[in-house]
């Protein structure tokens, strides 16, 4: 792995850090599963967040727009089972 791709998965995994505790409040959680090479990050929904209606908003609205925000060049976010 180059070295901008894990200075770019360091920032990723802390910005998922930052929206953790928001996550965890409502009893579900994320992880990092990967970053592909043409910039798609996938993460796994746990907990709550795994099966509630609102997911879908959550990653999209939530994680893919923060990781967007703080990680230039991430072109979207991927949830995988």
């Given at each position: ?32 599963v990967e970053l592909t090479d043409d ?43």
């Amino acid at each position: 792995m180059n070295t901008n791709k894990s200075e770019l998965i360091l920032r990723i995994e802390d910005t998922l850090a930052q929206l953790r505790p928001y996550l965890e409040a409502d009893n579900g959680n994320v992880s990092f599963v990967e970053l592909t090479d043409d910039l798609i990050v996938r993460v796994r929904l746990e907990g709550a967040c795994s099966s509630c209606s609102m997911s879908a908003m959550t990653l999209k609205a939530g994680i893919e727009q923060s990781l967007i925000k703080a990680v230039p060049g991430i072109k979207s976010v991927e949830a995988v089972a």
